[in-house]
Each structure stands twice: as C-alpha cells, then as structure tokens.
C-alpha cells in the first residue's frame, strides 16, 4: 500500500480533483443506500471502485509498476414505484478512469492484461430506458449501453483481470470504455433457452453522448446475436452461440484487397464441477472460442478456458481462486507474428461484504507476438456498495 500512497503523492492537480470527486460520489452514494434502508426502493444507487497496482518483473518492454484507477456508479429508477409506467426501469451509469496502464508502457500484450486499462477519461459510461414485457420472458432497452454486459459473458471468468476473458479480443463489440448507443432484446423462452439480438452504433466514443456518431455522414452498425441453452447434465451449465458483424471498410491486413463488413462467431461453455463431500465448495469451469476472418483480422481465433474454485477455505465463504489460459491466435497473413497465450491465477479474498483484494499474477507467452515472454504481478482492490 505504500507504494499506492507515493504514486497518490505524486499526482496532478488533476488527478486530485478525481479524487476528490470519488470523495463527493461515495458521500452521495451513501445517503442513496440509506435511502433504500429506509424502504424507498424508488431509486437505487450502486458504487465500485476498483484499484489496480502492477509490475513487470521480466520480459515486454520494460520493467516497472504502474497505477490504474476506475470509478463506476449507477443510479437505476424503478418507473413503477416512481410512479411513472409499469414493468419500467431508467439507467445511469457515470464512470472515472484514471492513472498509469502497464500495457503500452510497460509490458505491450495484445491481450490487455488488465480489464480497466484505457486511458483517462470521465463520462457518462451508459444512459438508456429498460423495458420488460410478457411477464418478464421479454426485455428491451434502448440508450447508450455496454454490449459486453449482455453478450459474450463467460460467468465463472468474471472475477478474472485479464481482458480476453471478459471479452474475446476478437469479438469487438461496443464497450469499455467506448459504450454507445445502441438497442437489445432478450427473450427468454422458458427456464432453460434464452435468445438476445442487439445493433449498436460501431463508431462509439465514451466521452460523448453517441450522437455525433450514430447520426453522422458514414455511421457504422455493429450487430450481435447470441442463444444460450441451460442443462443439467453431470451438474447445472450453459451453453451459449454467438455471431456478430460490423459495418465500414476493412483492408486486409496485406493491404490488397478492402471490404465493406467484418463479421465473426464466438462459443462460450459454463460448467458446474461436481466435488465430492464438498461442504458447500463450488467448482466452475469454463471454455471460450472465438473465430473470425484471418484475412481482415489480426485475431482470427482465440482459445481460453479456466477454473473458478469458490468457498475453497471453509472459515472464508466470499472467497475464490481462479486459474485460467488465454491464447490469441494471430493471422497467418501477419508474418512472424507469433500466437500469444496470458496464463493467469489469482484468489480473491473478501475482507468485508463491499471489500476486497486480489492477488494476481500472469505469465504472458510470446508477448505481443514476439518471442519474448513476460512475468506480471499484482493486486486488485475494491471497493463496492449496492
């Protein structure tokens, strides 16, 4: 933690006027939690703030430690207790990242070792108005929206640090930190199938409202669908299918031939590990596919697969342990261009029900396709309130 308090000492007027404005939103944050402890379910205000410290002990670019920061609240209103429609909700997220990512300057992956690297920014991330209908088996929304938070999501990968696996690298959907606008539909057809489609604006930026570029002279479209099918064999998984596309020229990546689209597929399998006499201990895995034209895509299939134990110490329930492999399988058209593969392990330890900490730590083969390889450790912490 020292070291987190010199790189604090050491920040910008501007980087305190974000720390004080993470100050002001946990102040009002609060009293929003207050307000809901006090049975007014009308507005519901989430906060998290997630800290990455970093180091790159071997390998990349060069040695050294950075420091990222990201802020994330949201404000969700329920239009039927507020008294406006029914079956309702209105979203607003606000999001604030800031700090040194370890990727560009320090390590130079493909991969992105980090799910909140980016560069600084301070934006209304997501804004949009959610409907359900058919008792609940239907939901719309439409608004500036994450597709990320909707398609392409490996469940038990969630608590995982590296980027590819929250999202395949080749899969580009609209996301962090450039979300826009967009609409979705999720159908449920019973317990156990689900269908959602979405077309968003393919140009988003984070910073703006989305206006400016899904109206303007030459927009792009980015369109996904995706079918999910729960089952019960062995133990409880999910099974879901995928495919995209996205407008606007593309040049292969020899340079002799452009196209007007790009498009792709991806395949996700959750899966629930039988143990016995496990005294409550859960043991997930899961495994991720994602494939598109190598001739315009520098990732032309990505491969990764992990296990998620929860519940391992049996005086620490919140706990979990995560060991997982991520492999970027690089065009053949790029020459010399080697297959990156991040292996990642970490535990995730729960010191309060809205704190916790993370030890992490990846090694990263032929890193951003080179022969070099790369060892990176660190912790995550975070801080969170719903």
Not at 249 to 276: M, V
Request: proline share 3%; glycine share 14%; net charge neutral.
């Amino acid at each position: 933690m020292a070291a987190v308090s010199g790189y604090w000492g050491k920040r910008s007027k501007s980087m305190k006027k974000n720390a004080l404005l993470i100050v002001v939103f946990l102040i009002y944050t609060s009293i929003g939690v207050a307000e809901d402890s006090n049975d007014c379910k009308m507005l519901k205000t989430d906060y998290c703030y997630t800290g990455d410290e970093f180091a790159n002990y071997s390998g990349g670019i060069k040695k050294g430690h950075s420091n990222r920061n990201n802020l994330n609240i949201s404000i969700t209103i329920d239009t039927e207790k507020a008294g406006l429609w029914k079956g309702g909700e209105l979203q607003l997220n606000y999001e604030n990242g800031f700090g040194k990512g370890i990727t560009n300057e320090y390590v130079g992956d493909l991969q992105v070792l980090s799910n909140i690297d980016a560069h600084d920014f301070s934006q209304i991330s997501e804004y949009y108005v959610g409907q359900y209908f058919l008792e609940g088996r239907l939901y719309f929304k439409i608004g500036k929206q994450d597709a990320n938070n909707d398609f392409n999501v490996a469940e038990p990968a969630k608590d995982f640090i590296n980027s590819s696996f929250g999202l395949m690298p080749n899969v580009p959907l609209p996301t962090f930190p450039n979300p826009s606008l967009g609409i979705t539909g999720t159908l449920s057809f019973h317990e156990t199938m689900s269908l959602g489609a979405g077309i968003y604006d393919g140009k988003g930026k984070g910073g703006s409202w989305g206006f400016s570029t899904a109206f303007c002279p030459d927009p792009e479209k980015c369109a996904v669908m995706e079918y999910g099918i729960s089952h019960g064999f062995f133990c409880a998984g999910k099974l879901k299918i995928g495919t995209w596309y996205h407008s606007g020229k593309y040049a292969s990546l020899r340079g002799n031939k452009i196209r007007s689209s790009n498009n792709g597929g991806y395949l996700i399998l959750e899966q629930k590990i039988a143990i016995p006499n496990n005294n409550g201990r859960c043991l997930k895995s899961f495994f991720q596919y994602g494939f598109a034209p190598g001739e315009f895509n520098e990732i032309t299939n990505y491969i990764g697969f992990g296990l998620r134990f929860s519940r391992l110490i049996g005086v620490r329930p919140d706990d979990s342990f995560g060991i997982g492999i991520a492999r970027a399988g690089m065009s053949d058209d790029l020459a010399g261009m080697k297959n990156e593969t991040a292996c990642e392990g970490y535990y995730l330890c729960a010191l309060r029900k809205a704190v916790t900490i993370q030890p992490d730590i990846q090694y990263i083969i032929n890193t951003g396709g080179t022969n070099k390889d790369t060892l990176v450790g660190g912790i995550r912490f975070i801080l969170g309130m719903d």
